[in-house]
């Protein structure tokens, strides 16, 4: 069993940067993949930005390239997310994800556990 804990959230000015966190605890294993999910209401859950155990390889929506950024600390089992020049748009609860199959891959229905979400306001 795996549990994940997101957290950084909050509210923002437009413009301005955030990073999250979501640490895992429980059995975890080196072939994981990480991932970070939105969902802003009334939408689907948007796939963001995946990255595999080793870091080697990660993979981004093409319109969020650039400005977000996944990385992992492996000593602490924590991956994050460095959101930069957030916009009004960004606005959603963010969740992580752990595949654990090691893939990169961006449908949520592939991941195996899912943290509870950290809710992100970016005001204008």
């Known amino acids: 069993q795996v549990q994940l804990v997101e957290s950084g959230g909050g509210l923002v000015q437009a413009g301005g940067s955030l990073r999250l966190s979501c640490a895992a605890s429980?059995?975890?294993?080196?072939?994981?993949?990480m991932g970070w999910f939105r969902q802003a209401p009334g939408k689907e859950r948007e796939f963001v930005a995946a990255?595999?155990?080793?870091?080697?390889?990660?993979h981004y929506t093409d319109s969020l390239k650039g400005r977000f950024t996944i990385s992992r600390v492996y000593a602490k089992n924590t991956v994050y997310l460095q959101m930069n020049n957030l916009t009004t748009e960004d606005t959603s609860v963010y969740y992580c994800?752990?595949?654990?199959?090691?893939?990169?891959?961006?449908?949520?229905?592939?991941?195996?556990?899912w943290g509870q979400g950290t809710p992100v306001t970016v005001s204008s």
């Open positions: 994800a752990a595949d654990t199959d090691g893939r990169l891959v961006a449908l949520p229905t592939w991941y195996d556990y």
């Open positions: 429980g059995r975890t294993f080196s072939q994981f993949s």
């Open positions: 990255i595999t155990w080793s870091g080697a390889t990660t």
